[in-house]
């Protein structure tokens, strides 16, 4: 980790909640899409949201940037309250925020060209002049491997792999503090994949972003983060340094979740860790632990209470008390 | 091929072809030769634009019209079923090759029960009456581990998550007994959880019925835990074959390399 | 790949048709016909066949259209008058002609006049959702009850004859089908992630609507106007014969065909055909136009 921590965190979400109305059947319903999600990430550092679909990760990024208002709970950039801010006032905090699209196909406007796409952002959040914002274009295209040559070009005539640099140059444009990344590799070939995680990481490097890395491809995640949180059905269940989480599992879901994971290499391979059954419908959870019907370690005090994040280290922490008396009565001995 | 390796069950070569197209002819699969080994399971591995789904349905005979074969057979039971016409191929497909899809919801009809599909593909190849039908596709749902497969016989595929269709899609493409069965990457797009338990279903079912299995895939992790075979594809063309120990962990093609390196993020500075 | 798997599904023969096999290949090749782009050459040939001999009637004509008395009444086709004259010895071939510069004027300016208003309004409805979007939503309902040309009756006794008011009526006639198609090309199009990357680039929402994301969806809306203007420009017609807001002796092809229809029963058959024509030549010229975009949209998505 290399985020000096003295300055506080660039991106601070506190106890986030997300209800969604729901009619069903006539009546509505409310489902938590996000319950209680709090997260810090401090300049120059990368923290992963891992989760499976329906675990309500997309969700928190788009109530961090207010595409979606949350129903409950504090997100402050750069020490600003994003919560609270008129549509004006978060036009302007856009300067500070930003975020790359997991479908470069459908988040570049197909009738704007690369350097419309790119200039627009600076048109609106600095006082360049016209020739300014042109070479700042070419300066952004380069910087994520792109040539002048890809200016004029509209995203039909880019690779899947361009679009997205496309995209990434776009959120950088204006130099934000926080880069929120909802899957930006997902929709990418393997070998593309590798040049688009490497600008990112580049681009860290040079300008201190804080990153909130949005994955369910763990492979990724081990890689460029430095910190993980797991989320199940809209909660965090799980976090801890990215080290510390791939060697050292804890929650059961994690478990599950890392064992699933394919390797090419032999020895990289995980006994399966089963649950039961699949994710269920958010709208079937009950009192106590989200994951109590699939769990293979359930004990009948999960079903009364739901479990909340203590700390296994310093740094790692889970919300699962079955577990973490093994991991006292481990320690202790 | 010498005369103790197991035979083929079907053969590819120097199999070429393109799409007919307004600007012209424009090639997309270029010598292709490889065979799947009889109760073998065969990856097709390729990045987008490789050729793996177009092979894979060249093998179905589901080519779209515009597509043209310019040269090579594909070799199965002592006849080059690339000339087939359809009539030909309706006898094989089906009945000895079966295909799960990607999108297992979208290939899945939305308005007939999920039962009544395998009902009716059943009764399609194979002399049953329809009760035994409908005896055999509730057997076949429980072998696939779809949960309380009677009720489930009369739902349809919208109330199923993806990873249950798929599921659906595979039992009706085993209710015929297939000898060959085709996966055009039948996980992508499902969570890694369930993603684990298809694959161990597939090759479960794969290794116990003594069939024989090709997998279009991009993932070579799940290629390396899953598959005895590989054939590697890049812009129509194949790279490298072999047994999938040696394939992966001594690569020999530098496409092949790249991609396994590509797939280890060993490009990657951090 | 959507290709279905079940072989049940494969050998399903196609179900006969009931009509006879000449009448459904005919039928068949007519649809086919209009779901190809092909029609939109032929229909804005037609159009500008049309465009041009309005602007020819400008310069010239063989008789001024207005003139009574140019020839016998009630003549039939000849040398001197082309299309023959009518009942007060005008020449119908002028006439026609010049008519045509009202009823293309009168059709593109209320079509005009709809797309915009309407797209606007459905765009904003559907976009920002809430009360006004209810609102929208109901009102186009009781607009809809009304039987068109009632509706038209109804507006014109309000307001009274005259030009712009004819030009009004046949507007809102369409109207609320634009606003009905505007509001559901964004309600489909606002998540997408582009609109949302507009957002947060910083746009205000009127900006991420009108510079975002309707650039993305005037085509089908300029194939439905294309269509609609064939509607309008025989609503058009159909006030003129029915003598409500346009003058009855108006150079207009309906209020011509008011003017000739009684002749036909004696004969003077030429009075009433060569405006129809007109009406009927102006509407599939834009038919085919609008079948043409919605061809080349459809194949665009492919």
């Known amino acids: 980790m290399n985020s000096p921590k003295s300055h506080g965190p660039a991106l601070n979400v506190v106890g986030l909640r997300k209800e969604f109305r729901v009619k069903r059947g006539g009546r509505a319903r409310t489902l938590v899409a996000v319950d209680s999600v709090s997260i810090d990430v401090h300049p120059g550092e990368t923290v992963a949201l891992v989760g499976e679909s329906g675990s309500g990760k997309s969700t928190v990024a788009r109530c961090i940037v207010r595409l979606i208002d949350p129903t409950k709970g504090a997100v402050a950039v750069h020490g600003r309250d994003m919560v609270r801010m008129t549509h004006r006032e978060l036009s302007q905090a856009y300067g500070d925020v930003q975020m790359v699209f997991q479908d470069p196909n459908s988040s570049l406007n197909p009738r704007m060209t690369a350097r419309q796409i790119l200039t627009e952002p600076l048109r609106l959040h600095t006082d360049m002049n016209k020739s300014a914002r042109n070479a700042r274009a070419a300066e952004l295209l380069s910087m994520v491997g792109l040539g002048k040559e890809h200016l004029d070009r509209y995203p039909a005539e880019l690779s899947g792999g361009q679009r997205q640099r496309i995209g990434i140059a776009r959120a950088i444009a204006v130099s934000p503090k926080v880069l929120l990344l909802d899957e930006p590799t997902a929709s990418l070939d393997v070998s593309v994949r590798g040049q688009v995680l490497e600008i990112l990481h580049q681009l860290q490097q040079q300008q201190q972003m804080a990153y909130l890395f949005i994955s369910h491809d763990l492979d990724v995640v081990r890689r460029i983060s430095d910190r993980v949180m797991v989320m199940y059905l809209g909660a965090i269940v799980e976090s801890g340094s990215t080290e510390e989480i791939f060697s050292h599992p804890t929650h059961p879901y994690t478990k599950a979740l890392l064992s699933a994971v394919p390797q090419i290499d032999p020895d990289e391979r995980r006994e399966r860790f089963r649950l039961e059954g699949e994710i269920p419908s958010p709208f079937d959870v009950g009192a106590g632990c989200r994951l109590d019907n699939r769990c293979p370690l359930v004990q009948p005090s999960c079903r009364a209470e739901r479990p909340v994040l203590a700390a296994v280290s310093p740094t790692h922490e889970v919300a699962c008390p079955v577990v973490l008396n093994v991991e006292r009565i481990a320690q202790a001995v | 091929m010498t005369a103790n390796e197991p035979r083929n069950l079907l053969s590819v070569r120097g199999y070429s072809g393109g799409f007919k197209t307004p600007s012209g002819f424009k090639n997309v699969l270029d010598d292709v030769s490889f065979g799947l080994r009889e109760s073998a399971m065969t990856a097709i591995v390729g990045e987008t634009g490789s050729g793996k789904t177009l092979l894979a349905l060249s093998m179905m005979g589901l080519t779209a019209s515009t597509f043209v074969k310019t040269k090579g057979t594909i070799e199965y039971a002592g006849d080059d079923i690339s000339t087939y016409d359809d009539r030909a191929y309706r006898q094989i497909r089906g009945g000895e090759f079966a295909m799960a899809f990607q999108d297992a919801r979208a290939a899945l009809n939305p308005v007939i029960s999920v039962g009544k599909q395998l009902i009716d593909a059943c009764r399609a190849h194979r002399r049953v009456s329809a009760a035994q039908a409908r005896d055999i596709a509730e057997e076949m749902l429980r072998k696939v581990h779809v949960p309380e497969p009677a009720q489930r016989m009369r739902q349809f595929p919208h109330e199923f998550s993806g990873g249950m269709a798929q599921r659906v899609l595979l039992a009706l493409a085993l209710i015929c007994q297939p000898k060959l069965l085709i996966l055009d990457e039948p996980t992508t797009g499902l969570d890694v959880t369930i993603q684990a338990d298809i694959m161990e279903l597939i090759v479960d079912l794969v290794s116990s019925s003594g069939m024989t299995a090709c997998l279009i895939t991009h993932d070579l992790g799940v290629v390396a835990e899953t598959c005895d075979d590989v054939v590697v594809m890049f812009r129509g063309k194949v790279r490298e074959t072999g047994p999938c120990a040696q394939v992966l962990q001594h690569p020999a093609d530098h496409y092949t390399q790249q991609l396994l390196r590509s797939s280890r993020f060993e490009e990657l500075s951090a | 790949m959507t290709t279905s798997l079940d072989p049940a599904v494969e050998t399903v023969v196609p179900k006969p048709s009931r009509l006879s096999g000449g009448a459904a290949s005919v039928l068949a090749a007519i649809r086919s016909f209009r779901s190809s782009s092909g029609t939109l050459p032929i229909g804005l040939g037609l159009l500008g066949f ?253």
């Not at chain 3, 002796?249 to 055909?273: C, H, P």
């Open chain 3, 50 to 302: 049309l465009v041009l001999t309005s602007l020819v009637s400008l310069i010239w004509t063989p008789y001024p259209p207005t003139a009574t008395a140019t020839g016998l009444f009630s003549s039939a086709p000849s040398a001197a008058h082309w299309f023959g004259t009518d009942a007060v010895g005008s020449d119908v071939f002028s006439r026609t002609i010049s008519a045509g510069r009202t009823d293309v004027f009168y059709t593109v300016t209320a079509v005009a006049i709809a797309l915009v208003i309407g797209s606007a309004w459905g765009a904003v409805a559907g976009f920002f959702g809430g009360w006004f979007e209810t609102v929208t939503l109901r009102l186009l309902e009781v607009v809809q009850a009304f039987p068109a040309l009632l509706m038209a009756l109804l507006v014109i006794s309000i307001l009274g004859p005259g030009t712009f008011n004819v030009i009004l009526v046949v507007a809102i006639i369409p109207l609320p089908d634009f606003v009905r198609l505007a509001r559901a090309e964004v309600l489909t199009k606002k998540t997408w992630q582009f609109a949302e990357a507009a957002r947060l680039v910083g746009n205000r929402p009127l900006v991420v609507l009108f510079k975002h994301l309707m650039p993305n969806s005037w085509r089908p809306l300029l194939a439905y106007a294309s269509i609609s203007a064939a509607w309008v420009c025989g609503n058009i017609a159909a006030l003129g014969f029915i003598g409500v807001g346009i003058q009855p002796d108006a150079v207009e092809w309906g209020s011509m065909i008011a003017r000739g229809e009684s002749d036909v029963v004696a004969g003077a058959w030429w009075e009433a055909l060569f405006p129809g024509l007109g009406v009927l030549v102006l509407a599939i010229g834009f038919q085919l136009v609008g079948d043409g975009i919605a061809a080349r949209n459809r194949g665009e998505q492919r």
